[in-house]
């Protein structure tokens, strides 16, 4: 790991990353979409995601304690349907594979084994008011890694 603990070395060889830098979505929906995917192959997680897009299945947010409503049939606690967090991690799931492609490995059989959303840089500006004030305002950005590791066959 580097000094700040923002990228993760390449445990093995066989191992494929992709990094996706400043993405304007919000941290508290991608640290929740990181945790939900975490462990699925790359073919079980675009589905999870596409389904997220299409708010057929929320993402279960346990992190942070804001009161987000229960969703009806899905048997757990507070969900959303991040769609633009979702699309992120979609692109960032094509990517990986694409560079597993590239390494000689089959992006159908592979596992995500780290997957982790960081908060990048604030960028401040300000919202013009009337009579000559202003109101800030924060733009939350995120860096999204993702390391995928081809599984081994089940006999």
């Known amino acids: 790991m580097t000094k700040k603990g923002f ?6 060889e066989n191992c494929s990353r992709a990094l996706l830098k400043d993405q ?8 929740a ?6 462990g699925m192959n790359t073919e079980q997680a675009k589905d999870y995601l596409e389904d997220v897009i299409n708010a ?23 969900g959303r349907y991040p769609k633009k ?6 692109l960032l799931i094509e990517l990986v594979e694409a560079n597993a492609e590239f390494n000689g490995q089959d992006p159908e059989h592979l596992e995500i084994i780290h997957i ?18 202003s109101t800030p305002k924060k733009r939350e950005r995120v ?5 995928v590791k081809e599984a081994e066959e089940a006999e």
């Open 24 to 31: 304007d979505v919000s941290p508290k929906m991608s640290f």
């Open 56 to 78: 057929k299945k929320p993402v279960l947010i346990t992190r942070y304690n804001t009161g987000i409503a229960h969703k009806k049939g899905t048997g757990f606690g507070g």
């Open 116 to 133: 982790a959303a960081h908060r990048a840089k604030t960028w401040h500006s300000w919202f013009p008011r009337a009579h000559g004030r």
């Open 33 to 38: 979409i990181s945790k939900a995917i975490k």
């Open 143 to 147: 860096h999204i890694e993702i390391i």
């Open 7 to 12: 990228t993760m070395e390449m445990p093995d």
């Open 85 to 90: 967090a979702a699309q992120s991690f979609v």
